[in-house]
């Protein structure tokens, strides 16, 4: 049955923005950079026009408005992942949107993003490819200096902060922060790009790309009064640095509590954690995610890493018309990287297998949309995939580092560490 349906046809090279909808983009996204203040900076940005690559950070839905803000008024191409075109391929690519599966091998988008430069327009990309979930840098692609170095036109960095603290991944509720602010800067000219070894536009990039949306937010005092500003951090934070149990963490109001020992943490107006009683183990939200990422790496390390054998519902993406109840089964993610077998509706047989190689990320969402729950997303060229493991103890969030980590070990073991920051 999963392969008898349309496929997203990934040829289509990407349209140029109708000329009637670009003063659209400008007054959807006008409202909300005015609400949050948004503040602009420019560097060595004088004289810069399209064509251009600008690749930005990705923490909120605000960062496509406010990148629409920052180059207006040209015209731009931006990668959008299929998901995003559910019920409006039409719209999206009369926007100038380019379909992408992602953390994919993808050559055809390389040509749609050659077809944008070809056209004169701006070639946005969100290399972390997803959202960030604690509002830290996300690891970027290795091939990411290479099509900077391909596409020989300048390349231009948009680093915003505040999106995460106004509407986290997991929790996005809109906490009205402001101001927010973005930072447009030219990293590259093409002669300056014909000058430097991939290597080194790689290092460059990982730099312009470090951020810490808490640092950010307790530096400049910014205060968040929402009173359930709490709730959905269990999804990150999944284990208690207190008694070390996994997968038992809750939230509540302002409240993180560990439901295995009963050990509680307050989160502030500004963004830090405290401990209600005794140590405050990690103040600092990406300093505890750090720390389960440490933890994953040992039980990488050790050889032991496995999510055991998880029952899964899987639903299926061909095309960007809806979601298709594929069937059930199982899921395993360990040293081996992910299975996923089941039986679809018809009794078929279904299989998907993600080698330690073939991932050096993958994505994950959290109650997705609203209604089905915690999900890894795995991608072929040809489909996606959205997994939802059913009524056991696991964190989403524990496969995203591990499936870093196994790569990171993968390349270690083969003589050939990443860059850091890099896969």
């Known amino acids: 049955m999963a392969d008898n349906y349309e496929r997203f046809d990934m040829k289509k090279p990407p349209m140029r923005t109708k000329w009637y909808l670009r003063p659209l983009t400008y007054l959807i996204s006008f409202p909300e950079a005015k609400r949050h203040k948004m503040q602009l900076t420019k560097t060595r ?6 064509p251009y690559v600008l690749l930005c950070n990705h923490n909120a839905f605000f960062d496509f408005k406010a990148a629409t803000m920052a180059i ?14 559910i019920g409006r391929e039409w719209l999206l690519r009369a926007v100038g949107c380019i379909c992408k599966r992602k953390f994919t091998s993808d050559v055809q988008l390389v040509y749609n993003l050659r077809k944008t430069i070809k056209n004169g327009d701006v070639a946005v990309i969100y290399p972390e490819a997803r959202y960030s979930l604690c509002g830290t840098t996300a690891v970027l692609p290795e091939s990411l200096g290479k099509l900077c170095k391909l596409l020989k036109v300048p390349v231009v960095t948009f680093i915003c902060h505040g999106h995460h603290i106004n509407s986290p991944f997991w929790n996005l509720h809109d906490r009205d922060v402001k101001p927010t602010e973005a930072e447009m800067t030219l990293l590259f000219t093409p002669e ?3 000058n430097t070894p991939a290597e080194e536009v790689n290092h460059r990039l990982v730099e312009a790309f470090q951020y810490d949306e808490y640092s950010w937010q307790k530096e400049r005092g910014i205060r968040v009064t929402y009173e359930k500003r709490a709730e959905g951090l269990q999804k990150v934070l999944y284990q208690c640095p207190a008694c070390g149990t996994e997968f038992r963490m809750e939230t509540e109001g302002t409240k993180l509590r560990c439901a295995a020992c009963g050990k509680s943490w307050t989160y502030s107006e500004l963004g830090e954690l405290s401990a209600d009683d005794g140590e405050t183990e990690f103040s600092h939200i990406p300093d505890w995610y750090e720390w389960e990422r440490a933890n994953v790496r040992a039980e990488v390390e050790a050889g ?3 999510s055991g054998e998880l029952a899964v519902k899987v639903n299926t993406l061909p095309n960007a018309k809806k979601f298709i109840e594929l069937g059930e089964g199982t899921m395993v993610h360990d040293m081996n990287g992910f299975t996923v077998r089941g039986t ?14 073939s991932l050096y990320s993958c994505h994950i969402e959290y109650e997705y949309l609203g209604k089905f729950g915690d999900c890894v997303d795995l991608n072929t060229l040809e489909d996606t995939w959205y997994i939802y493991p059913q009524g056991q103890d696991f964190a989403v969030t524990k496969m995203a580092l591990a499936t870093e980590e196994l790569y990171y070990k993968h390349r270690r073991d083969s003589g050939d560490p990443c860059p850091p920051g890099l896969a």
């Not at 940005?45 to 399209?50: A, H, I, V, W, Y």
């Open 344 to 357: 679809d509706k018809d009794g078929d047989p279904f299989e998907m297998l993600k080698p330690v190689p």
């Open 45 to 50: 940005c004088e004289g810069l026009k399209p």
């Open 72 to 85: 207006w008024p040209a015209r731009a191409n931006y990668v959008v992942a299929i998901d995003g075109f």
């Open 304 to 306: 032991t890493y496995s």
């Open 192 to 194: 300056e790009l014909g």
